[in-house]
């Protein structure tokens, strides 16, 4: 047998799932967006291939 606190917290657990199921929902269709393209630049490409110098003094 479960001990009397854990029986409760099912019955909680179980009462809130019945308010969120009786509460109405209204989903809203949301437009499809379109797949993001990068638009890469000669600008772009130059950095890409650019490298990091430390210079300390």
Known sequence: ????FIIEQIRRREQEE???REQ???ELPLPMSAPRREAVSAIDADD???GVIV???
Request: charged fraction near 30%; proline fraction near 19%.
């Open 1 to 4: 047998m479960l001990p009397p």
């Open 18 to 20: 019945r308010v969120e």
């Open 55 to 57: 210079i300390d003094l």
């Open 48 to 50: 890409v291939n650019r």
């Open 24 to 26: 109405p929902r209204l």
